[in-house]
């Protein structure tokens, strides 16, 4: 009779030595998941903060196009009419007025006093 071996794959009961090896690999493995875990949502999170600001871009340019306009900072003129008590707000750029608003009681005070000065001069 011909001898000769080969390997098969048979169910072997497990010694206390092997249990704890692969117990120990077990939780390192999910100690490795959850960090791995935390670190995909934390980039989930940046990624979705970015696309977020790019949202937000398209839709203020989308508004400007459409719209023809945008708000921005204009040096303004501001001249007193103290007959009327109103101080008149207008664009540099263009004379437009934008604003009229009442003089304060501060502003009349302190131009009250001014034109004290002025006249004691």
């Known amino acids: 009779m011909r ?9 072997c009961v497990l ?8 117990s120990k690999s077990m939780a390192e493995a999910f100690k490795s998941k959850e960090k791995v875990e ?13 696309v977020e600001a790019y949202d ?14 945008e708000f921005r900072k204009v040096e303004c003129r501001v001249n007193y009419d103290w007959d009327n008590k109103e101080k008149i707000i207008a664009r540099i750029d263009t004379g437009e007025i934008v604003d ?8 009349l005070q302190e131009e009250a006093e001014l034109n004290a000065k002025e006249s004691q001069v």
């Open 3 to 11: 001898e000769s071996k080969r390997y098969e794959q048979l169910e």
């Open 15 to 22: 010694s206390d030595d092997e249990l704890k090896v692969y």
């Open 38 to 50: 935390a670190e995909l949502q934390a980039f989930k999170s940046q990624k979705k903060g970015e």
């Open 56 to 69: 937000a871009l398209v839709k203020d340019m989308s508004y400007k196009i459409s719209s023809g306009k």
């Open 100 to 107: 009229i608003e009442i003089i304060s009681e501060h502003e």
